[in-house]
C-alpha cells in the first residue's frame, strides 16, 4: 500500500471509530488540514502511527478531547475585520431597527470576542435591549471563556483599534475593567447573550432568526458539509434575514446560492432573497 493510500485509509477508520463511538462525524472536514492536525497529535502523543490513535480513542473520553481540541481552531478576536463590523452597523442596523424583537446567532462563536464585539454595537445603537443573541460552538472549553468575557490583557490594545476602525464613537476603556494581567468585559454586555453548545454536523436550527453570524467556521469544512450547515442557515434566518460569513467563504458553490442575495458583497454580507 503506497503511504498516501495507507494515511487515507487509517484517517478513514479512525473518523468511523469516531462516529461510532462518540456521535460526533468529521468524515466532511476539509481533508488537508484534517490529516495534518491528526498527524500532529500522532506526533505529540508519540504513537507510532494514525491507527494507534484508534484504540486510544476508543476507550479514553479524554484523548478524544484532545482530539476534538485540535479540531477546533479558536483564534479570534473583537472586531475582527472592523471593515465588517462597520458596514452592519451603518448597513444591517438600519435594516434590524425595523424589528420590536432581533434574534442573533453567532454559530462558532470560539471564546466569544465576535460577540461581545456585537453587543458593544448593539448597545451603542440602542438596540441591544431589544435582542436576543445566541452564541453557539461545540468546543465547551472556549464557551467557558467565552461566558466569562475576561481575556488577556495585552490584547486591549488591538481591540481598541479594531473598535476605532469599526466606528465606535465611545471609548473602548468603558466596556473593560483591567485587573492585573486581564480585562474583564462590562457584565452588562451578558445580559442579553445565552452560551450554549451546539455541533454544526449533528444539531437543529435555532429558529425565527434576523441574522446569523458564523465566520471562520465554513472553511474547515468540505462543499458536502458547508451545504448542510447553509441549508441550516436558511432554514433558521426570517424572510429577508442577514447571514454573514468569513472572508475566505462564500456561498457561490453552494446550494442556496438562489435563495440569497449579495447585500454586501466584499463583507460577506448575504440577505435571504425577497422572491424565494
Ligand atoms: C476560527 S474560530 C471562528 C471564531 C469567530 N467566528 C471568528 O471568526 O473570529 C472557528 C470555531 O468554529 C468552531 N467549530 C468547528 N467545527 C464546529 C462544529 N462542527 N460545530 C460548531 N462549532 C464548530 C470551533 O470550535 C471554533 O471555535
Not at 74 to 97: A, C, G, H, N, Y
Not at 242 to 262: C, R, Y
Amino acid at each position: 500500500m503506497n503511504k498516501a493510500y495507507s494515511l487515507e485509509f487509517e484517517v478513514n477508520m479512525l473518523l468511523e471509530a469516531i462516529l461510532f463511538r462518540y456521535g460526533y462525524d468529521f468524515r466532511h472536514y476539509a481533508r488537508a488540514s484534517l490529516e495534518r492536525r491528526v498527524l500532529n497529535r500522532v506526533q505529540l502523543s508519540e504513537l507510532n502511527s494514525v491507527s494507534d490513535m484508534i484504540p486510544k480513542i476508543m476507550h479514553d473520553p479524554s484523548f478524544f478531547n484532545l482530539f476534538l481540541k485540535d479540531m477546533s481552531i479558536t483564534v479570534t478576536e473583537m472586531f475582527r475585520d472592523p471593515f465588517v463590523f462597520k458596514k452592519i452597523r451603518e448597513s444591517v442596523f438600519t435594516q434590524l431597527k425595523t424589528y420590536s424583537r432581533v434574534n442573533i446567532w453567532h454559530a462558532g462563536c470560539a471564546t466569544g470576542e465576535e460577540v461581545y464585539s456585537m453587543a458593544i454595537m448593539l448597545k451603542e445603537e440602542g438596540l441591544l435591549k431589544r435582542t436576543q443573541i445566541y452564541a453557539t460552538d461545540f468546543n465547551n472549553h472556549s464557551l467557558e471563556i467565552a461566558a466569562k468575557g475576561i481575556y488577556p490583557a495585552g490584547k486591549i490594545k488591538l481591540f481598541t483599534e479594531n473598535y476605532l476602525n469599526s466606528g465606535g464613537t465611545k471609548s473602548f476603556a468603558d466596556y473593560y475593567q483591567a485587573k492585573y494581567e486581564c480585562a474583564k468585559l462590562t457584565e452588562s454586555l451578558k445580559e442579553h447573550i445565552t452560551f450554549a453548545n451546539h455541533n454544526l454536523i449533528k444539531d437543529q436550527v435555532f429558529a425565527q432568526m434576523h441574522l446569523v453570524m458564523c465566520r471562520n467556521v465554513l472553511i474547515y469544512f468540505d462543499q458536502n458539509l458547508q451545504n448542510r450547515v447553509l441549508n441550516l442557515f436558511e432554514q433558521s434566518l426570517i424572510h429577508r434575514g442577514f447571514l454573514i460569513l468569513g472572508d475566505k467563504e462564500s456561498l457561490d458553490f453552494s446550494t442556496v446560492k438562489d435563495s440569497f442575495d449579495k447585500y454586501q458583497y466584499p463583507e460577506r454580507i448575504y440577505r435571504r432573497s425577497a422572491y424565494v
